[in-house]
């Protein structure tokens, strides 16, 4: 059984539940699960992360078609 036929097997098991003891327990298991994959980071990186916000909300950065149109533009010339 594939990961999604679990997914739509599971949707369609909890939608059935009354219970919202065992659906609480159920949450408090996807909860853990999607912690787990949060990337956690240093507070040296926080700092890092910092100036790039600020040039975000002052507007300096380029879009990605942007980026995708110069770098077509680069190629063109080599």
């Known amino acids: 059984m594939t990961s999604h036929d679990i997914k739509k097997t599971l949707i369609s098991s909890i939608s059935e539940i009354d219970d919202a003891q065992f659906l609480s327990a159920i949450?408090?298991?996807?909860?853990?699960k999607l912690k787990s994959q949060t990337m956690r980071l240093t507070p040296a990186q926080h700092q890092e992360i910092i100036p790039?916000?600020?040039q975000i909300e002052a507007g300096?950065?380029?879009?990605?078609?942007?980026?995708?149109?110069?770098f077509d533009q680069w190629l063109s010339k080599r």
Do not use: G, N
Not at 27 to 32: G, K, L, P
Not at 60 to 70: A, C, G, M
């Open 27 to 32: 949450q408090t298991i996807v909860d853990s």
């Open 52 to 54: 790039s916000k600020k």
């Open 60 to 70: 300096l950065f380029i879009t990605q078609t942007e980026l995708d149109k110069e």
